[in-house]
Structure formats: C-alpha cells, structure tokens
Nanobody, 127 residues
Framework: VRLEESGGGSVQAGGSLTLSCAPTQYSVLYNNYMAWFRQSPGKEREGVATIRRDGLTEYAESVKGRFTISKDIDKNLLILLMNDLKPEDTGTYYC?????????????????????WGQGTHVTVSS
C-alpha cells in the first residue's frame, strides 16, 4: 500500500490550494475512514480533516469553514480543498488511512487510528 500526496505549493494568504492523495492498492471507497494531517514547523502532527465511508466529515476547529475533504470515487482519490489560506496553515500535509482489518467506523483526528501514511506535500502560505 502506498499513499501519494500532490498539490502542495506556495500561495499568498487568502489563496487556495487543492491537495490530492492517490492510494495504490488501497480503496478510498471501501476503507472505513481516511484523513489529512499536517505538521507545521516546531509543532506536532495534527489532524486536519477526516471522512468516513458514509461521507460524514470532521474538521479541526482551525480549518472549519475553509477546508473541505472529499473523495473522488471514480479516480480513487482523497481530496482536500483549502480556501482562505492563512500563514498558520503552512506545513507538510499527509494523507492517512487505516489497515483494512480495523473495524471502527471512524478514526477521528487522532493519528493513532491510522496505519498508512504518505510522504507528505508541503504548503507554504505567505502573508
């Protein structure tokens, strides 16, 4: 299993970016949940957004109303649309998913619930 993120880059505050996660040998449709995490300089990795198999989503308070997580079933992609970006959104963004053997319906924004991780894509937001 491999998760490959793309779409990172440098933008000015207020701008937008769309991140994609392309899993290999892993289905965004059939796994119970997937998520985006980020790690900002000098900070621990934090959960940003998660989506359940039934489409229910959960967001970190800091990104609510600005970020949208979704799945492109046809292309087997996990998407993170980021609008109104702020300098504090700067960091490396990671796609994550659970082992198929996990039975819980949701992993929330806790990294311990996720077993597969991508290498990350970097986002820089300048003021």
């Amino acid at each position: 299993v491999r998760l490959e993120e793309s779409g990172g880059g440098s933008v000015q505050a207020g701008g937008s970016l769309t991140l994609s996660c392309a899993p290999t040998q892993y289905s965004v449709l059939y796994n119970n949940y997937m998520a985006w995490f980020r790690q900002s300089p000098g900070k621990e990795r934090e959960g940003v957004a998660t989506i359940r198999r039934d489409g229910l989503t959960e967001y970190a308070e800091s990104v609510k109303g600005r970020f949208t997580i979704s799945k492109d079933i046809d292309k087997n992609l996990l998407i993170l649309l980021m609008n109104d970006l702020k300098p504090e959104d700067t960091g490396t963004y990671y796609c994550a998913g659970p082992w198929s053997s996990r039975t819980q319906l949701s992993g929330g924004l806790t990294s311990a619930a996720y077993d597969y991780w991508g290498q990350g894509t970097h986002v820089t937001v300048s003021s």
